[in-house]
């Protein structure tokens, strides 16, 4: 098992901004990659960005590249999505993600998975 924890969701208007946080308790993720999904309701599960512990290598879906960031702090073994120019069609559930191995968009790839947390964006 590896426990994921995620935090830092919220509500904010648009073109704001937030981080949310994933934190892992009881293992590091040397040779893990990291991802964030989301899901609105009655959508399926969205990949939005992973990121390759050890080397740092990032990959972004195509509806946040340029607005969000992951990032990872080896030190506090978390993973961070910072976030924006939020839109309205970001809100939904995001989940962090850990699957062993290379970088995938898949959320059927990753074996752990935190509870989620949740974003609404205002307009």
């Known amino acids: 098992q590896v426990p994921l924890v995620e935090s830092g969701g919220g509500l904010v208007q648009a073109g704001g901004s937030l981080r949310l946080s994933c934190a892992a308790s009881?293992?590091?993720?040397?040779?893990?990659?990291m991802g964030w999904f989301r899901q609105a309701p009655g959508k399926e599960r969205e990949f939005v960005a992973a990121?390759?512990?050890?080397?740092?290598?990032?990959v972004y879906g195509d509806s946040v590249k340029g607005r969000f960031t992951i990032s990872r702090d080896k030190a506090k073994n978390t993973v961070y999505l910072q976030m924006n120019s939020l839109k309205p069609e970001d809100t939904a559930v995001y989940y962090c993600a850990a699957r062993f191995g290379g970088l995938r968009n898949d959320p059927s790839e990753y074996n752990y998975w935190g509870q989620g947390t949740q974003v609404t964006v205002s307009s």
């Open positions: 009881g293992r590091t993720f040397s040779s893990y990659a």
């Open positions: 990121i390759n512990w050890n080397s740092g290598i990032t």
